[in-house]
């Protein structure tokens, strides 16, 4: 994949849900602190299963490498993992296709959460097991889009 037209001067903010298998996302801010973009998916390690809820990059902003990098990003915290994803647009189709190839990972879509992602297997779970719901905030270091 070439290079972006420009390197955006853009942070990567990470917020996880405390519980298991919990949305993550992966919020794309700009110079002034705006959204310009996010990733959101759950991990679920016992499972060893990854799923994209969504990735969204504002228009003026695709082309640079963004979804790229925060699709990296959510793959290395869980290496090794089947990943899927939700019903995917045309334009999903493409970017998935890409990272598909990119990273000999596969991207299928329309894919059904694990259980733990879905509640379904709160029921197995000692009552009181479940962690409350607190984000972790962290920033990550600038993009690196130039890959």
Known sequence: MSGPARAPDVRF???AEAQPAGRQTLTMLDACGRCVGSLVFRVCHPCGCGYIDSVAVATHWQGQGLGRHALHTA???????????SRQSAEGRRFFAAMADETETA????GAPCPHMTGR???LAPTGAR???SPRNRLLPKADTKR
């Open 121 to 123: 297997a709160e029921a």
């Open 75 to 85: 793959l290395a915290t869980a290496e090794g993992h089947t990943w899927s994803t």
């Open 13 to 15: 903010a990470h917020d």
């Open 131 to 133: 962690a409350p719901l």
């Open 107 to 110: 991207f299928p879509p329309g």
